[in-house]
Each structure stands twice: as structure tokens, then as C-alpha cells.
């Protein structure tokens, strides 16, 4: 089982910043190999993949939206994620959700290759 809680949401002026955590545990995340990912989800719109990264390091995915202004990274143990959102554009305003998939991650990530998912949190984002 992998267990992922989020924290850090919130409301910010456009221009403005936030930091999303997400802690990870369980017994089978720290003995296997899981692609680590932020997904956020407008009302009305589909959820989409923001970021991506492989536990324990690597490459990284952003999607076309944020690259440039969000980063997504972990700590030395890998077991918090975090997403850092710069530069906050009210487009940006969505339910974020820390996701786990087992594995490796792909090129771009699809919601239904990730098998563990956090409660989420809310981030909006005014003009």
C-alpha cells in the first residue's frame, strides 16, 4: 500500500507563490520503484498531468502550461514530494492531487497509470 497527504494549498494573487507537499509512505513505496506526479483538476475541465518525477530522482515531465514556473522535486529520502509554483496565474486555480504510479514514469503522464492518489488540496488563484 503507498498512503500520499497533502499539504500547502491555498489562496494567492496572481504573480504569487505556493508550495505543495506530499507526504509519501508505506511499505511497498519504499521497496518499489514509483513514478511521482502532481495532476490538477479545474471545475468542468478534464485532470491533467503538471509534473512528473521518478522516486529517487531523474527526469523530469512539466506540462506546456507551467514550465518555467512550477518545479517539482522530493527530499534527500524521497519520501515528500513537493510542487513550486512561481509566478501564479489564476488559470492556475484547480484541485491539485499528489499521485503515485508503479514503475517508471512516461514521456507524458495519463491519470489512469497512476494507482495511488492523495485526498487533494485547493489552489486559487485571483486576479
Known amino acids: 500500500q503507498v498512503q500520499l497527504v497533502e499539504s500547502g494549498g491555498g489562496s494567492v494573487q496572481a504573480g504569487g507563490s505556493l508550495r505543495l507537499s506530499c507526504a509519501a509512505s508505506g511499505y511497498t513505496y519504499r521497496y518499489n520503484q514509483y513514478c511521482m506526479g502532481w495532476f490538477r483538476q479545474a471545475p468542468g475541465k478534464e485532470r491533467e498531468g503538471v509534473a512528473t518525477?521518478?522516486?529517487?530522482?531523474?527526469?523530469?515531465y512539466y506540462a506546456d502550461s507551467v514550465k518555467g514556473r512550477f518545479t517539482i522535486s522530493q527530499d534527500n529520502g524521497a519520501t515528500t514530494l513537493y510542487l513550486q509554483m512561481n509566478s501564479l496565474k489564476p488559470e492556475d486555480t484547480a484541485i491539485y492531487y499528489c499521485?503515485?504510479?508503479?514503475?517508471?514514469?512516461?514521456?507524458?503522464?495519463?491519470?489512469?497509470?497512476?494507482?495511488?492518489w492523495g485526498q487533494g488540496t485547493q489552489v486559487t488563484v485571483s486576479a
Open positions: 499521485a503515485a504510479g508503479r514503475g517508471w514514469c512516461l514521456t507524458r503522464p495519463r491519470s489512469d497509470n497512476f494507482g495511488y
Open positions: 518525477i521518478n522516486k529517487g530522482g531523474g527526469s523530469t
